[in-house]
């Protein structure tokens, strides 16, 4: 019953989605968003094939600014995959994965609070070493704000209309059950974020940290019947990770305004516990930071 009330809003959101809620239909669309995302990237590939290479590089790394706002940008084509196989498969118009109002006050209300919390964080002790730190110019960083917040806004939204939308609402419309239509898509989620070039325990750690992240958005979806919350969730995680702070030199560092030395390469170490404290002390931030969104949603 509780669950119930607690999760009125998702029927509703979920609601467009029931004519076609057949689970094999489901699976299909899966399917079809990966092979056409796949194909557009392959596309994109070829065409920067003739470009320069500290272009490329800059573009599958992340290194450059220009490089990091166009591959952050490409994450466009899989919201259109998503879009297009909704309406094929479903009969649906985009409005229909985002909720009702497409719930930008919910987006803006999440985002302040999860920077907020992350504000915090940066104010209480311990601090970190700022030793062989360098500052881009700020000047420069402030002048692509606009433009790299809407690049983080076309990947996170993306990310979200793929596994909280289409996903979600679609065995949402299917099964009752919230540990069907909660776990299903952030098992989904957690498993594209598998790394494989890093040591199995950094892996498998950024595996579990994705599958809590995907759970808070999925949740705050349900509380409020719309994509915005857990849009603005997503969207403040990565303006904290992209923005601010990078490794010089490193992957997804391009926009960073403050960029600190690249940590040394150790060997993997098989002993090295999956769980310890400092992995404790993130998945605590993820908790902290779902907990600010609804306090400040009042959900």
Known sequence: ????????????YAAPARPTAELPR?????????????TLLHLLDAALTPLPLDWTEGYYYGTTRLGLIAQLI????????????????HQRGPHSLL??????????????????VFLLIELIPPYWNADGM?????????????VSLFAL?????????????????????????????????????????????????????????????????????????????????HLANNVYAFLLFGDMDQPDSGLALLLFPAPETVLPDPTTPLFSLSFGVELVIV??????????LRR
């Not at 065995?171 to 594209?192: C, D, E, K, T």
């Not at 907990?291 to 400040?296: D, E, N, Q, S």
Request: aromatic share 12%; net charge neutral.
């Open 1 to 12: 019953m509780l669950n119930r009330l607690r999760y009125a809003p998702h029927d509703g």
């Open 26 to 38: 489901l699976v299909l669309g899966v399917i079809l968003i990966e092979a056409m995302y796949a």
């Open 74 to 89: 490409s994450f466009g084509l899989l919201a259109g995959a998503v879009i297009l196989t909704a309406r094929l498969l």
């Open 99 to 116: 909720g009702g109002g497409w719930g930008i006050p919910q987006l803006w209300i999440t985002l302040k609070a999860v920077l907020g």
């Open 134 to 146: 360098e500052m881009n110019s700020p000047v420069t960083w402030l002048l692509l704000l606009p």
């Open 153 to 233: 806004l076309m990947q996170t939204g993306a990310e979200e209309i793929f596994y909280r939308g289409y996903i979600q609402q679609q065995l949402a419309a299917r099964f009752r059950s919230p540990w069907i239509w909660m776990v299903g898509p952030n098992l989904l989620f957690a498993a594209a974020h598998f790394d494989d070039t890093q040591p199995l325990t950094d892996a498998m750690q950024y595996v579990i940290w994705a599958f809590c992240f995907g759970l808070a958005t999925s949740d705050l979806t349900a509380r409020t019947g719309s994509l915005g919350a857990a849009v603005g969730f």
């Open 287 to 296: 908790g902290l930071m779902w907990l600010a969104a609804r306090v400040a």
